[in-house]
């Protein structure tokens, strides 16, 4: 073997030993935050960490300290997270030691992501799956240009994605493995089995190892070896890297190693362990040390490594300790990456023979966007050629744009959340779909652990740039797996926008601007609305508005303004989507009574004209269509107790679905369940008269 390789190996093995020694011989000290270390693990991490190249992205695990290391992270890099320094490369002090992100022109690119026990094989993915798309479109990959290794840049890149073999049961695997292997990706899926979950050990948790897992997966190389070997491991990878770079196709290395560290430094090996001495007999350390002594190394250089990477180590410590701290100002920034669209432009309301239908709007929009960005592109399930979509939402974009850039996906929503990430990640722009609100269970957990918090934990490096348009509410008995509301989870998540339109201007306008926001946006849209079929809701249809028009989030539209009037009693009616409807009809006769704020989006939420209306009108009605038990609506409800309270002559009143566990399937049933424009009117009635 090269030895230069092998000393640089070995050099970054005795790196990665000495910190974990460090760690432990200063416990009380490092022990603040909690931290887990690769000691064990280090040869098999090494060897791909070396082999990879700036236009490369990794994913690594919690354990990966020694990969770091090998695509040129410094000890002291590492330690300023460790120690949850203000100048963490990774995070800023946000998030624990080896949770990297990184954006340098000379080294891999890793994204946010999480703790990485199995979701981060998602979003890793999608990078795989958005270089393939690239390819395919011609797009330049500007990883690549912008590498300081000219002699390099020709080289495709891949993706490598790192986990532990316990991560491998998780149900989100399946969903990339099944993926990558469909469209045939390159990636690389590094599994380090050290046999352990945390105390709960191979043999009571897995039915096989991720190799043999990941032979039912038709088109998913597997390849096994001993992880611990430095040379094996490097000369394997060296040809998996290879081949992944040229066939573009995925292959999973199943790497068995020794774990001679803690599971973290919180979960002592002590407490449960009862294989250390048979783990230590598989030490990755003198086996590497001994082939540096096979390879014509002698003794005393050998010694120089050790005793340098261990005066480094130290050294670095030491400076990290006195490392500054963030300050309380550094925990309010980069919860969102700044959006240009700031004021609505354009024309809402050309001149046009006749309006459309909200569906069409938003079909429009994207057609738009599709046709002036190549970086743009659609998928979830059935949005493809054969049906554009459940409601025609995406009729005509796939025989217009080609199946490689609308195309369908397999049943699985965590999928189609989380690989957002990884296609946001490599400069695109992906429009996604869950085919109904009740069906976004499944993407929570890339939602929010994954979407939501990558440009706040990576300290503003990745933003997730990408939006998840979701069919929702009540309409023609849909039933109880087809009409659910779902806002009050989504504002709940923090680091997206939500958008909720009650009509096609809005959504079009709204669709265009989250094109252009770098933040993640779910987009709301009711499928009561889609056609304008439910009586009452032709208020939906619209002029379409012009190709540039673009409306801000966080600004609502006061739909029925009124003045304030001493001698009469007014109300402020505060709703979105469908209920924005059902008021403008239950005011009929009393329009110079009511003022209807319609919020457009849900976050932002237009605090300022919400609370500048009900202190003008002293009442106030907030119409949902959620059961109104711990929702949003409730939510707002307080926040205007709180803000006008000297200025309500009326307690706040809310009004939405009846708070049962489902909307059944009957008619009678559905239509006593939600809200309509008569109950809204009683309870509009009833609060002018309060």
């Known amino acids: 073997m090269n030895k230069k390789t092998l000393e640089k190996g070995f050099s970054l093995l005795c790196t990665a030993k000495a910190m974990a020694t460090l760690y432990e011989d200063n416990f009380k000290q490092v022990s603040k935050y909690v931290h887990a270390t690769s000691r064990g693990h280090e040869a098999i991490q090494c060897a791909v960490g070396m082999q990879l190249l700036p236009q490369d992205y990794a994913f690594p695990y919690y354990r990966d300290d020694a990969m770091l290391l090998s695509i040129g992270m410094r000890p002291y890099d590492l330690m300023l997270q460790l120690l949850a320094k203000k100048d963490d490369p990774f995070s800023g002090g946000r998030t624990y030691y080896s949770h990297p992100s990184l954006k340098d022109a000379d080294k891999p690119k890793i994204p946010h992501q999480s703790s990485a026990t199995g979701m981060q094989t998602i979003p890793a993915t999608g990078v795989a799956m958005g270089m ?61 089995d050290n046999g352990w979950d945390i105390s709960a050990n191979e043999a009571e948790t897995r039915a096989q190892n991720a190799a043999e897992y990941a032979e039912g997966f038709k088109g998913l190389e597997a390849i096994s070896i001993d992880g611990a070997n430095f040379i094996e491991s490097y000369q394997t990878l060296e040809k998996v890297i290879k081949t992944i770079r040229d066939e573009r196709r995925p292959i999973l290395v199943h790497a068995k190693v020794p774990l001679l560290n803690h599971h973290t430094s919180g979960v002592r090996m002590e407490w449960y362990r009862d294989d250390l001495e048979e783990a230590r007999s598989r030490d990755p350390y003198p086996v590497l040390k001994q082939q540096l002594v096979d390879n014509g190394f002698s003794a005393e250089a050998i010694k120089k490594i050790e005793t340098d990477a261990i005066a480094k180590v130290k050294a670095d410590f030491e400076e990290a300790v006195q490392a500054e701290d963030p300050t309380p100002a550094d925990l309010f920034t980069h919860d969102f990456a700044p959006t240009p669209v700031t004021a609505e ?18 079909l429009f929009a994207v057609e738009e966007l599709m046709r002036e960005h190549k970086e743009c592109l659609l998928y979830g399930q059935d949005v493809g050629g054969r049906l554009g979509g459940v409601f025609r939402e995406a009729a005509t974009l796939a025989q217009k744009f080609g199946d490689d850039r609308v195309f369908n996906t397999p049943i699985q929503e965590a999928f189609i959340v989380g690989s957002t990430v ?160 059902w008021a403008m009809n239950a005011s009929e006769g009393r329009r110079e009574n009511i003022e209807i704020i319609d919020l457009r989006t849900l976050f932002p939420l237009d605090e300022e004209t919400i609370i500048e209306s009900v202190q003008k009108t002293g009442k106030c009605l907030i119409v949902t269509e959620e059961p109104v038990n711990n929702s949003f609506a409730r939510a707002i409800a307080g926040m205007i107790q709180e803000k006008c309270f000297k200025y309500l002559d009326a307690p706040v009143m809310v009004i939405g679905s009846e708070n049962m566990p489902a909307i059944p399937l009957n008619s009678t049933l559905e239509q006593t369940m939600i809200p309509s424009t008569e109950k809204v009117k009683v309870k509009i009635e009833e609060l002018l008269m309060f």
């Open 132 to 192: 393939k798309y690239k390819e395919i479109q011609g797009i330049e990959d500007q990883a690549a240009k912008d590498s300081p290794f000219e002699d390099t840049r020709d080289l495709n890149p891949i993706t490598v994605c790192s986990l532990g073999d316990a991560s491998v049961t998780e149900g989100e695997i399946a969903e990339a493995f099944q993926m990558a292997a469909l469209k045939q990706l390159p990636i690389l899926y590094l599994v380090q």
């Open 422 to 581: 990884g296609m946001s990640a490599v400069g695109l722009k992906p429009i996604v779909e869950v085919q109904f609100a009740d069906y976004i269970w499944p993407g929570l957990n890339q939602l929010f652990t994954e979407v939501s918090r990558s440009c706040y934990l990576s300290n503003g490096k990745w933003p997730v740039s990408m939006i998840l348009r979701v069919p929702i509410g009540a309409y023609g008995s849909g039933g109880p797996y087809h009409s659910s509301s779902v806002e009050s989870v989504l504002t709940n998540i923090r680091g997206i926008k939500i958008a909720y339109p009650s009509n096609g201007a809005d959504l079009k306008g709204l669709m265009k601007a989250a094109y252009h926001d770098p933040n993640p946006v779910v987009i709301l849209e009711h499928k009561g609305l889609y056609w304008s079929k439910v009586p009452g809701t032709k208020g939906a249809t619209s002029i379409e508005p012009s190709e540039d028009y673009m409306l801000p989030f966080g600004k609502a539209n006061v739909l029925q303004e009124i003045w304030k009037q001493d001698e009469k009693e007014t109300l402020t009616v505060i709703t979105y989507g469908m209920g924005t409807h």
């Open 345 to 362: 432009v354009g024309e809402r309301s050309p001149a046009r023979e006749e309006k459309v239908v909200m569906v069409d709007c938003a």
